[in-house]
């Protein structure tokens, strides 16, 4: 008894009241997609339905007011999540241990200033960006740099087996019908009448250029693009693919197309589009010691996609989402200390479907979504905790 009293005594002296094994965050390293924007081609829609399109007002490819409060909210939920693990001093972080960095795109400097309010409200946190406005970075520019034979062969083959896919022409075949694309006027001038004659398809392959599959699947992609910000912004579900996409069935089935896409076009070329990015975030990661405590970096989607791909991430899912790098979503690097041991997590924490929708806040009790992404070359146990040692050292090795 009394040895258990004095080992309760010294525990409780020795550790100041913590608890050794909890747990410690001591760096987070955010990969993040830009907010909801408007669509990026809305002078292409009208010809490629005979209806009538909803009437955008903002400018193309812009951050909206909704996409501007909902990274609020993301920024918000990550002040209440790293509060709670003690990660910043309370009030202000330290000007040098938090750092923000965007493509200087509008959409991802914008997105960068709202997660910065969310999340450091009235505390100085500036973003950092290359340009002024809306130019691409070269770094997030997802852009072919191998012009070998071998590798062009490899992407083409690559393309049109997956346009061959049976699941994307069944997706096809149900977006004609909503678009109505035989009386379109694209179907008079261009001949495509059919968006799931994929046979139709032309693909540009040039370095210095991002890959490009013209035809079909540019059309279908353009015409979801506007049919998910319809969604997002809280148009009634009328004005929504003029009220024909009601069902999660329905939407599940179009919205593979956007999947396929993403799979398609940045696949064996991601590992080509990623790399820039990569070895950006492998020189934070093997200089860890010397960097910012919190950086957030905002990015695309094909830019996550890259980056999974090229890192070699295992496969995953996200559940309650149709995208496969939905607006807002973060890749989560975070180093932990567990008893002097110390790990890499790593979370694709993300907005649902619904959430988006419905522009809730997030907070601990009602959080955003949070998955746990392991890479194929580090093993994580069942806290999603692989080794910091070996993840470092087989990093450095990769470069
Ligand atoms: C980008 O942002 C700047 C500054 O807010 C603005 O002046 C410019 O019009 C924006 N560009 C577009 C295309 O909206
Ligand atoms: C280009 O692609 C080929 C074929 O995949 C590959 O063997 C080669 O290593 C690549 N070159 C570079 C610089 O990545």
Redesign the pocket.
């Known amino acids: 008894m009394i040895e258990k009293i004095l080992l309760l005594f010294s525990w409780a002296i020795l550790c100041q009241g913590y608890d050794l094994t909890k747990p410690v965050l001591k760096q987070v390293v955010v990969l993040s997609r830009h907010n909801i924007r408007t669509t990026i081609r809305p002078d292409l829609l009208p010809k490629y339905s005979p209806k009538t399109w909803p009437e955008i007002t903002q400018k193309p490819g812009q951050l909206t007011k909704k996409g501007t409060l909902m990274e609020q909210h993301m920024g918000e939920y990550f002040k209440e999540w790293l509060d709670s693990e003690n990660f910043f001093r309370p009030i202000c972080p330290d000007v040098d241990t938090v750092y923000l960095y965007a493509n200087s795109m509008n959409r991802t400097v914008q997105t960068a200033e709202a997660f910065a309010e969310g999340a450091f409200e009235d505390c100085y946190v500036p973003v950092h960006h290359e340009y002024s406005y809306e130019k691409m970075e070269e770094m997030f520019r997802p852009i072919i740099?191998?012009g070998?034979a071998?590798?062009k062969n490899?992407v083409f083959n690559e393309i049109n087996q997956k346009l061959k896919d049976t699941k994307l022409k069944e997706s096809l075949l149900e977006l004609n019908e909503i678009l109505d694309i035989k009386f379109s006027e694209i179907c008079k001038t261009e001949s495509i009448c059919d968006l799931s004659d994929t046979s139709k398809s032309k693909i540009t392959f040039a370095v210095g250029r991002e890959l490009w599959v013209e035809g079909p699947l540019y059309v279908a992609n353009t015409v979801l693009d506007s049919f998910y910000m319809s969604y997002y912004e809280g148009a009634p579900l009328k004005d929504v693919a003029w009220g024909l996409l009601k069902t999660p069935e329905i939407w599940h089935t179009v919205t593979e197309i956007t999947r396929k896409d993403q799979r398609m076009r940045y696949s064996?070329i991601a590992r080509?589009y990623g790399s820039k990015l990569k070895k950006c975030i492998t020189k934070i990661m093997l200089n860890y010691a010397e960097m910012p405590k919190f950086i957030l970096i905002v990015g695309h989607d094909f830019n996550q996609n890259a980056l999974t791909t090229a890192m070699d991430f295992k496969p995953f899912t996200l559940p309650n989402h149709y995208e496969l790098y939905p607006m807002g979503g973060k890749i989560v690097f975070q180093r932990w200390i567990v008893d002097a041991n110390e790990y890499l997590k790593i979370e694709y924490i993300y907005p649902s479907w619904t959430q988006l929708r419905s522009g809730a806040k997030f907070t601990m009790k009602s959080p955003p979504q949070r998955v746990v992404l392991e890479l194929k070359w580090c093993k994580a146990d069942a806290n999603g905790f692989c080794s910091w040692s070996e993840f470092i050292r087989k990093l450095s090795a990769m470069q």
């Open positions: 740099s191998n070998t071998a590798f490899m064996t080509d």
